[in-house]
Structures are given as structure tokens and as C-alpha cells.
């Protein structure tokens, strides 16, 4: 397959468009970091791309990446995909991108095992807690690859989850209510949008997304977890020997 102009300097960096190309992804949760997540799989040149959203572009959303005044009033899913296709169109019938989205709750979705069953790898982007337990509930009843990441309530820090089912922690052994309960969660991970800066946004976004074509393309240098922090100074901490929660609900063996 010949490369199209617009990925050559993809390949010329040691990302295979080609390879890239023959996978599936999903973004859950289209806001300022699902927009920023969807793009890059699209200028790499993903093969197919499902976008999954609830909600309805608001003025609130336009100081993040992605979304314009044109947009108010729009299903998310549909305002992004139309961009997402128009830029699309310059790979070519050869390198075509397939764009599907649906404007759903995935909270008791009755696709959603069958959109989770059909992507190599999965990102969840979302701003609620429920709703990231739910896809990562499937992830990992499937065995599927799942990238998660957040930001926190005063938008200066976030950080980036690589969930391998049964060999990384998923996102309950984080997030489970058991968890919350016996440990240290650093970012509001439930927290409403008070604060949103898309200089943040962009950099877990990237991240998320690099740690993803890592996992396509069985590339080094994947972390099961990242933590970004702009608060005080500005620090990347990577953790890379990180385990499942034994008694975690999702992954993690019950004790007897």
C-alpha cells in the first residue's frame, strides 16, 4: 500500500501508517481531550475510527481544541466526525479512514459490548467515574486494550492509565469504590469541568494517544501509568511495574 503525502513524515518517524491503518479504535467521551485524541488517530492514519458521546456542544466547550461557534447545539459525535471526515478525505480512497459515531449514554448501552468487542484498542476520555468503570468493565471481559486519561478539577494536572487486562491494573483498581476508599487518588477523577485549559488538555491527550500507537505497533516504552503535573512546576512521573488489585472486582482474583 503505497503511502499517502500526508503520513510520510508519520512513517519517517518509526509509526507504521500501514499498520496503523489495518486497526480500530474508539474514543469514548468526546470534551477536550477525546476531540484532541480523535484528531491524532485520524492525521496517523487509523483505519477505522468509532467516536462514542453523550453529549451536546455548549459555549462552555469552545476554549478547548476541536469544537467552533458552528458547533453550538450540535451532538458532539456529529460536529467532530464532520471535521474528522473532511480532513479524512485528504488521505485518499486508498488510506480511507471509516468514521462512525453514535450519540449514546454507554451507562446500560445495549452496543456497547459489541462496539467494545470490535476495536484493537479503546480511550476513554470521559469526566465521569461511572462511565469509565462501565467501558472498563467490557475491556476487560474481552481482553481489549484501554487507554484512559483525565484531568484534574483545577486543570493543571492529569495523567494517563494503560489498562492490559489481567497484567496492569485496570481502571477499578484504581477507581472501584473499594479503592477510593484504601487509597491516595491525587486528581479529582470524578470532578466536574470548573477548569479547563487546553494547554493541559493537549499534553494528556498526546501522551494518551503515544502510549496507544506504542500498543498497536508493539513499540517500547509503555508505562501502566503517567502522571502529569503543571501545578507547581512541570513533572512527567512514569510507573511501569505497577500490578492488578488482587481483590479488584473487574480483574483481580477474590479472596476466598
Known sequence: MKIPPMLERIANSGFDPVKLHSKTACVFGVGGLGTIVAETLVRVGIGKLILVDRDVVGPENLNRLGYTPEDIGKPKVVALSNKLAALARALGEDFKVDIVSYHADVIAWDKLPSVVEECDIIFTCFDNLEARLEVNYYA?????????????????????????????????????????????????????????????????????????????????????????????????????????????????????
Open 140 to 256: 476487560v471481559e474481552l481482553n481489549k486494550l484501554l487507554v484512559d486519561a483525565g484531568t484534574s478539577d483545577n486543570g493543571l494536572r492529569g495523567r494517563v492509565i494503560v489498562v492490559k487486562p489481567y497484567i496492569t491494573p485496570c481502571l477499578g483498581c484504581y477507581f472501584d469504590e473499594e479503592a477510593l476508599y484504601s487509597r491516595d487518588i491525587e486528581e479529582e477523577i470524578n470532578a466536574p469541568c470548573n477548569a479547563s485549559l487546553p494547554t493541559t488538555m493537549a499534553i494528556v491527550a498526546s501522551l494518551q494517544v503515544d502510549q496507544g500507537l506504542r500498543l498497536l505497533l508493539n513499540m517500547e516504552n509503555v508505562y501502566a501509568r503517567i502522571n502529569i503535573n503543571l501545578d507547581d512546576d512541570i513533572s512527567v512521573t512514569k510507573f511501569s511495574d505497577l500490578k492488578p488489585r488482587k481483590n479488584c472486582r473487574y480483574c483481580g482474583v477474590k479472596n476466598e
